[in-house]
């Protein structure tokens, strides 16, 4: 019982960082916005702001399906709970992939082997 026990934290820990990951990375985001308004940047601000939001939103999509991952391998390795994961890794390795062509405009594959990330 304590492995079990043990690994239920593990996975706690993981969706609290997931969460903490898209409230504090989109609250930086938007508050960034608000200064560079403030500034008279109007032009590039809701581009900036669109853009780290969505960095924040992949980051904390990728700490929650290691949550879900951590939690089918370790508490509950089922034939249903492998299914159920299999299905929530597809819709968030969709829902991160939308987000990368949205934020890049470009198809991953596309990009320049020569730009630099960040």
């Known amino acids: 019982m304590m492995f079990h ?13 997931g969460v903490v990951v898209l409230t504090i990375g989109s609250l930086w985001a938007l508050a960034a916005g608000g200064l560079g308004v403030l500034r008279g940047e109007r032009s590039v601000v809701y581009e900036r702001a669109r853009h780290d939001i969505g960095r924040s939103i992949l980051l904390g999509l990728e700490i929650l399906i290691i949550a ?3 939690q089918t391998i370790t508490i509950d390795p089922t034939l249903e709970s492998a299914a159920t994961l299999g299905v ?25 082997p020569t730009r630099a990330d960040g």
Not at 5 to 17: C, N, P, S
């Open 88 to 112: 929530i890794v597809f819709v968030r390795t969709f829902l991160s992939f939308s987000l990368e062509i949205e934020l890049e405009g470009v198809l991953p594959w596309r990009r320049s």
């Open 68 to 70: 879900d991952i951590v």
């Open 5 to 17: 026990d043990a690994m239920e934290t593990v996975v706690r820990g993981f969706e609290i960082a």
